[in-house]
Nanobody, 123 residues
Framework: QVQLVESGGGLVQAGGSLRLSCAAS????????MGWFRQAPGKEREFVAA????????YYADSVKGRFTISRDSAKNTVDLQMNSLKPEDTAVYYCAAGLTYSPTDHRRYNDWGQGTQVTVSS
């Protein structure tokens, strides 16, 4: 059974940094895309970043490009999201997801999800 467990969320001031981590288990993720999505209250789930487990190709939402970096550690089976220059509008619950997809920005293409971790950025 696939398990995705996020950690690293918290409260930070605008301009600060946080590093989220997703521990993945339950299958071999070769060929999968690992994504980070976020959802703020009253809003739709939004794509943030994704990485192909094999090859490491990355994708970013325009709103986070240049501020966030996604990476994966194949030895530890983790996917991290380094978030710098955080803004109040980055406040949301952040979810890790895994999917076999050629549409890495579409949350409907992901089959497995973590429970989410709250990120709050104060102004």
């Amino acid at each position: 059974q696939v398990q995705l467990v996020e950690s690293g969320g918290g409260l930070v001031q605008a301009g600060g940094s946080l590093r989220l981590s997703c521990a993945a288990s339950g299958r071999t993720f070769s060929g999968y895309v690992m994504g980070w999505f976020r959802q703020a209250p009253g809003k739709e789930r939004e794509f943030v970043a994704a990485i192909r487990w094999s090859g490491g190709f990355t994708y970013y939402a325009d709103s986070v490009k240049g501020r966030f970096t996604i990476s994966r550690d194949s030895a530890k089976n983790t996917v991290d999201l380094q978030m710098n220059s955080l803004k109040p509008e980055d406040t949301a619950v952040y979810y890790c997801a895994a999917g076999l997809t050629y549409s890495p920005t579409d949350h409907r293409r992901y089959n497995d999800w973590g429970q989410g971790t709250q990120v709050t950025v104060s102004s």
